[in-house]
């Protein structure tokens, strides 16, 4: 780190705030928080401003909606390039950890080589669900697990069909740290 330090200009936190466009709150030693509020707001601010003001959505997608079945239009150089974009940001969200939005954006991405105009309407609409609920985060506990019963005993699966059978272990496999 020093090294680098000496090369390029690099501040040296106490603790991690923003990686990645992520806000992290919190220790990770302790309870913390990972939140994309400030990758969602600079996001819709940037599609407000190309194509006016988002209204709200309460969900990602409609219930039993099938974009595989839309005929619509199909979008032209530029709206296709504008949906790739969309559908760029969005899936840098589901890599994140907005897994509210995943089966949508999963989805819909299957069309980014020929988009339809119903494709970019989906779209939009999941982005006008993260501008009504661009605070949502992920909590993460830095405990161990409690488990409230006692943990048994591995075994094997087919263990009784397959008596005779015994696990291989490559001689190079590097001894293990730690409990197994």
Wanted: proline share 6%.
């Amino acid at each position: 780190m020093r090294h680098l330090q000496s090369v390029y200009t690099i501040k040296e936190p106490t603790h991690l705030k923003i990686y990645l466009r992520s806000l992290y709150a919190g220790q990770p030693s302790q309870d913390w928080t990972i939140s994309y509020k400030n990758y969602i707001k600079e996001a819709i601010t940037r599609i407000e401003h190309k194509y006016g003001t988002l209204r709200e959505e309460k969900s990602p997608r409609i219930m039993g909606d099938h974009p595989e079945q839309d005929d619509s239009t199909i979008l032209d150089n530029e709206q296709h390039r504008e949906y790739q974009s969309l559908i760029g940001m969005a899936q840098w969200l589901v890599t994140l950890g907005q897994l509210d939005i995943c089966y949508a954006i999963s989805s819909l991405s299957h069309f980014s080589c020929c988009p339809c105009e119903g494709h970019i309407r989906r779209l939009f609409r999941v982005w006008r669900y993260l501008k009504k609920l661009p605070n949502k985060s992920i909590g993460i506990c830095a405990q161990d697990p409690v488990y409230k019963e006692p943990l048994k005993a591995f075994k094997a699966d087919f263990e009784d069909q397959y008596e005779y059978a015994s696990e291989e272990i490559d001689l190079a496999f590097p001894e293990p740290k730690g409990s197994p």
